[in-house]
């Protein structure tokens, strides 16, 4: 068991990554940081913007000029607008999955991340979390299950949130953002070096939970 300063959780859309950091954060007392919302926030604002994504130049220039916070509370602001909803719908994974191709881009996300997570004690959520942006963090976890109970899971989520979404709607766009997320050439999604890999296939968060707590010292 360690003690760490930071814990990273990598993985696929849908593998429960954010529901185990928050749940982390609250028990053992750390500040969750979820990077996707980052990149949320900046495919949101390129479209708010009417930018085409495949225009790098373009995608940059508003990504350099957006304001965003991340609140302890976990909302997300966009040019000082709390934008944490409209994020979240399948539209803004896909978007963010796209902006989120450009290297540049990954590095005002990256820079603003280790920024935040000076002197804290994190636990932070992504797809390069544990390999590329804190390649030293004492404590790595990748979550995965497989593509159709990743699916099954947001579209219970999307429904309940009232989105009027197929069930094979949502498998064609988790699989879109594997193949995005594994394949784009800069930090793409891989399983890091000491990761303690969790298939969370079939596993409650409770399961789950009581495997990653054998891992932290309290
Ligand atoms: O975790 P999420 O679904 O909110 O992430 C949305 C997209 O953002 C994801 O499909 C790829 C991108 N992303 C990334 O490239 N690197 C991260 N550390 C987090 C998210």
Do not use: W
């Not at 500040?31 to 980052?38: C, E, M, R, T, W």
């Amino acid at each position: 068991m360690i003690n760490p300063r930071i814990i990273t959780i990598d993985g696929p859309a849908g593998a429960g990554k954010s529901t185990l950091a928050k749940e982390i954060a609250k028990r053992f007392g750390y500040v969750h940081l979820d990077s996707g919302a980052l990149y949320r926030a900046i495919g949101y604002g390129c479209k708010l913007a009417g930018v085409n994504l495949k225009n790098r130049e373009a995608v940059l220039k508003v990504a350099e000029n957006l304001k965003i916070e991340l609140l302890p509370d976990g909302r997300v602001l966009l040019n000082g607008k709390d934008v944490t909803e409209k994020i979240r719908t399948p539209e803004g994974g896909l978007l963010a999955s796209q902006v989120a191709q450009f290297p540049e881009v990954r590095e005002i996300v990256v820079k603003l991340l280790r920024k935040i997570a000076e002197g804290k004690k994190i636990v932070i959520d992504g797809r390069d979390a544990g390999t590329y942006i804190f390649p030293n963090a004492e404590l790595k976890i990748y979550l995965t299950a497989s593509p159709e109970e990743r699916a099954r899971r947001r579209y219970e989520e999307l429904k309940k949130k009232g989105f009027n979404v197929s069930y094979e709607q949502v498998l064609k766009e988790v699989i879109e953002r594997d193949r995005q997320d594994e394949n784009r050439p800069f930090a793409p999604l891989r399983v890091p070096e000491r990761a303690f890999v969790i298939d969370t296939t079939g596993k409650s968060l409770k399961e789950v939970l009581s495997e990653v707590e054998k891992l932290i010292d309290p």
